[in-house]
T-cell receptor, first 112, second 112 residues
Framework: SQQGEEDPQALSIQEGENATMNCSYK?????LQWYRQNSGRGLVHLILIRSNEREKHSGRLRVTLDTSKKSSSLLITASRAADTASYFC????????????FGGGTRLMVKP | DTAVSQTPKYLVTQMGNDKSIKCEQN?????MYWYKQDSKKFLKIMFS???????INETVPNRFSPKSPDKAHLNLHINSLELGDSAVYFC???????????FGEGSWLTVV
């Protein structure tokens, strides 16, 4: 099974609302990353959080990491229609080099 | 000024054929990867190639072989294509084996 698993699998919200996506993983990690994928496109790196960090911000994005629970969350505040995409977490497990393991993604739809 | 570019973007081919997907990065990265994304959007690492060291995901059939003529290129060659090989293949690169990975736009392979 996937090292990282996102929850929910799909999320539909109105523009202006906040979107929260969660990721759980199984083994100890070096870092956890979040990526975004627009339909028919490649993945774009959003943010990386290291195992010794608990929270990180980048613009409207806020990522938290709880290594004791092996979970992370991605919060997008004041969502826009352009945020519609799939969001994936990826873990860099200890000893695995940079062989990222991805979850199945959360498909976010932001309605205008 | 595309960072990671892969060709072709779309490829339709018959079962049993041999095909290659090319990848080039102009970011000066020393590590390159191939990922496979299936119809359910799950992304799986196939190969990691760093300074002539090839790390292979053990689940990848040996019909798949990466070829790196130089640090900026990592091509994917697939022999005896099967229906189950239909997927989107993403090339990616990074500096070293830690940190942010940059993805190409994907190559959509359909085996008929």
């Amino acid at each position: 099974s996937q090292q990282g698993e996102e929850d929910p699998q799909a999320l539909s919200i109105q523009e202006g609302e906040n979107a929260t996506m969660n990721c759980s993983y199984k083994t100890s990690i070096n870092n956890l990353q979040w990526y975004r994928q627009n339909s028919g496109r490649g993945l774009v790196h959003l943010i990386l959080i290291r195992s010794n960090e608990r929270e990180k911000h980048s613009g409207r994005l806020r990522v938290t990491l709880d290594t004791s629970k092996k979970s992370s969350s991605l919060l997008i505040t004041a969502s826009r229609a352009a945020d519609t995409a799939s969001y994936f977490c990826a873990t860099d497990a200890l000893g695995a080099g940079n062989m990222l393991t991805f979850g199945g993604g959360t498909r976010l739809m932001v309605k205008p | 000024d595309t960072a990671v570019s892969q060709t072709p973007k779309y490829l339709v081919t018959q079962m049993g054929n041999d095909k290659s997907i090319k990848c080039e990065q102009n970011l000066g990265h020393d590590t390159m990867y191939w990922y496979k994304q299936d119809s359910k959007k799950f992304l799986k690492i196939m190969f990691s190639y760093n300074n002539k060291e090839l790390i292979i995901n053990e689940t990848v059939p040996n019909r798949f072989s990466p070829k790196s003529p130089d640090k900026a290129h990592l091509n994917l060659h697939i022999n005896s294509l099967e229906l189950g090989d239909s997927a989107v293949y993403f090339c990616a690169s990074s500096t070293g084996t830690k940190g942010t990975i940059y993805f190409g736009e994907g190559s959509w392979l359909t085996v008929v």
